[in-house]
């Protein structure tokens, strides 16, 4: 079962895909989060909440999908009445080709010298540990908040103090925290992780700032329990209308140095992760991006993330700022 979630001015409805069609909700399910927090205070299941929640109110998703419609898609998952408590993450060098990505990226001649490297190798060795078992933890970084989330067809911003953005397809996780600080995987997605890989570049030490960026997921989100041993997927990059650049992926564990498991575990082991009400929405790595291949991105480039498993390809085009970064000064009060 695949979810999306649109808007119309300030009204909200969650919408149940049924191609070619949406089957929305009734009213009073505005957000997929208020299903999930019904869900996780307990009685029921998520796919009986949803099944209760059915209306006969159908739209053609076509006509929102390529944005003909009033109505728009948002991000498959959100906290609807508070982005502070919402938090973007995620996880590097988690695929078996992320080392290579990263030392194309940097040109160091001896990749295995690095410290990206010997992070790779002990995920290799040590990141897929076995059911209830500890493994060794991977890299991990932060986003922002959910005032940084974008739904599919919504711009992704180049502020005016970057160097660069480019694309990173991925595979998402979005998590609600119950009442009793209880984690709850309410699905995955697909994401485009967008990042500053120029400023990276520069310096392994950037990748902090450089992931402080604008980033988008869905259209759909997936809550049904799913195989996700391995998950083919494709990344386009489209100019004036003409494929410029494209790439097979693959993701899911099988292609991964960190189990899910894992990877949730070193997330939610912190107790400031598991606060009541919270919505978290993790990036888990990426197998490519044009950025390895040469390629910059242009204002209107289009970025198109697909993994069919997941539902229709998320496209995103890109905005740079043409403003001069400014001093933001601070003030003693």
Same mark, same amino acid.
């Given at each position: 079962?695949? @979810?999306? =979630? ?18 929305? /909700? ?19 299941? /998520? ?47 988690? %695929? ?9 990226? %940097? ?16 995920? @290799? ?5 076995? =059911? ?8 991990? !970084? !932060? ?5 940084? /989330? ?54 392994? @030490? ?39 650049? *494209? ?15 894992? /990877? ?19 990036? !888990? ?9 040469? @390629? ?7 970025? *198109?993330?697909?993994?069919? =498993? ?24």
């Amino acid at each position: 079962m695949r @979810l999306v =979630q649109i808007a119309r001015g300030s009204e909200r409805r969650v919408g149940v895909v049924e191609e070619p069609r949406l089957r929305l /909700l009734k009213p009073t399910g505005t957000s997929i989060y208020v299903l999930a927090s019904a869900v996780a205070a307990g009685g029921r299941t /998520l796919e009986s909440e949803i099944q209760r929640s059915l209306s006969s109110d159908l739209l053609d998703y076509d006509e929102i999908y390529e944005m003909r419609s009033e109505w728009r898609l948002l991000p498959a998952f959100d906290h609807p009445a508070d982005a502070a408590h919402c938090m973007v993450s995620g996880t590097g060098l988690t %695929h078996k080709a992320s080392a290579l990505n990263r030392a194309a990226m %940097h040109e160091h001649g001896d990749a295995e010298a690095t410290d990206s490297f010997k992070m790779f190798r002990m995920g @290799l060795e040590g990141g897929n540990p076995g =059911q209830r078992k500890i493994g060794v933890q991977p890299e991990w !970084f !932060f986003k922002g908040d959910g005032s940084i /989330l974008r739904g599919h067809g919504e711009r992704l911003e180049v502020p005016s103090f970057a160097s660069d953005g480019g694309e990173e397809p991925e595979i998402v996780g979005v998590y609600v925290v119950g009442a009793g600080g209880e984690v709850f995987r309410v699905g995955l997605t697909a994401g485009n992780e967008f990042s500053d890989h120029r400023m990276e570049k520069v310096n392994y @030490l950037y990748l902090a700032p450089s992931k402080l960026r604008t980033c988008a997921i869905g259209p759909e989100l997936t809550v049904d329990e799913i195989e996700f041993e391995s998950v083919e997927g494709k990344v386009a990059i489209t100019r004036n209308g003409s494929l410029i650049w *494209s790439k097979q992926i693959w993701s899911g564990q099988n292609n991964m140095c960190h189990s899910v498991a894992n /990877l949730e575990h070193h997330h939610f082991k912190y107790p400031a992760h598991r606060r009541p009400g919270d919505v978290h929405i993790h990036f !888990f790595g990426a197998d490519a991006f044009s950025f390895g291949d040469g @390629l910059k991105l242009e204002e209107d480039d289009e970025m *198109s993330v697909s993994f069919p =498993q997941f539902g229709r390809a998320l496209r995103n085009p890109i905005a740079v700022s043409k403003d001069e970064e400014e001093l933001v000064g601070v003030r003693t009060l």
